[in-house]
DNA sequence: CCGCATCCTCATGGATACTG
DNA sequence: CAGTATCCATGAGGATGCGG
């Protein structure tokens, strides 16, 4: 009955009442790439349960953070944020930033979407300039995602149907170490991991 | 036994492992603004259990976040944030940024205190420029802050002996308005919540 | 006092089965 | 496919105790 609130009036703690429940945020992950539909955020959001998707749905619903829109394919429900939940990408790319430690000395073997790598790239290229514009695709496990950069800065997007001429394939880390600036381009190429022409990849991650 | 955490390889995830526990984020605020007591954290964080926040001390200084340090003052232990810590700083202000619409609207009797101005105020202000500059006192309970502007940004910080020379007392709320620029000067100003000279208010939140 | 540890109760989260 | 229902495990809140 009582929702858990903290109770105090602090914008912290009342963004906390709203997202700062377990799941909530990479919910909206989730959903910083797309509208999603229910199995799709399921298939997103390996461990979760069935029951607490759905009541944390309804809690962001009900927040105004997240919205029902009608998939028209299926004619299904998908979900979808708010404009007010879209501006959640600064708070979920400054924690992105933040975590980049984490990423490189964590433990093995965690569950792993390629679709994350959207959100997390853009976060880790928004603070970095560019001189020339570039545009690569990254290939992790079956999915392959967008960089765009030039001099204004830096969108990442899933690949549609037209995918970018140039295509590289990878290690989810060494794609991360690229876009932090922790890997150099020649460090990410010696290993043989990311094919393709080196100077289009150095533009991409300069 | 195996601590719970999400099991993703993701920037979010991993990040949300460390700081995505109940109260959490709101101990790395406390710190945010200064080297804490066991006691002043509490007193800080109305509502925690004594037993959660000697746990959650213990969580963020074994992940690197929080670091104990000998207080001088008492010959007792003080907590402290670590570099790594601080930078939390980015994340914290985008999350009190985005719930501007939570402090407008929302519940009203919430616990408060003082300093947590001191955050809040500092993000809402952030991305805000200034022409002139100007260092004004806000007085809320029995707290002084002091919020100082130019032409380079602004700095929040506790007042400490030296008080600024114009003190404005006035509602959390007033000033929160003000600082996320939801609240004209005039408007502050209107129902006599706040006093002092209003040219020094207008350059400190313009 | 201050800084916790213990104990207890109940709210929340997690796993799985089940249903319209 | 999109969720509910159910049941068990875990975590949080509150009071109290206790050593330094």
Not at 93 to 99: D, I, K, Q
Request: aromatic share 6%.
């Amino acid at each position: 009955m009582p929702k858990r609130s903290y109770g105090q009036y602090c914008g912290l703690a009342r963004a906390l009442d709203v997202v700062g429940g377990r799941w909530s945020l990479l919910i909206v992950r989730e959903l910083l790439v797309g509208p999603a539909r229910y199995s799709e955020l399921l298939a997103g959001l390996p461990g979760i349960a069935t029951n607490l998707l759905a009541q944390r749905l309804r809690e962001l619903e009900e927040a105004g953070v997240v919205q029902r829109m009608l998939d028209t394919e299926s004619n299904g429900v998908a979900y979808m944020l708010t404009p007010w939940g879209v501006e959640l990408r600064g708070a979920v790319g400054a924690l992105v930033n933040w975590s980049t430690p984490l990423m490189i000395t964590g433990p093995r073997g965690d569950a792993f979407r390629g679709h994350w790598l959207v959100v997390a790239v853009d976060s880790l290229l928004q603070h970095r300039r560019f001189q020339e514009s570039a545009t690569v695709g990254l290939a992790v496990d079956d999915t392959i995602v967008t960089v765009r950069v030039d001099e204004t800065g830096a969108r990442v997007e899933l690949c549609g149907d037209a995918e970018p001429d140039t295509v590289f394939r990878g290690d989810p880390a060494v794609v991360l170490g690229l876009a932090s600036g922790m890997l150099t381009v020649d460090q990410a190429m010696a290993g043989g991991e990311l094919t393709g022409r080196r100077e289009d990849l150095a533009a991409a991650f300069g």
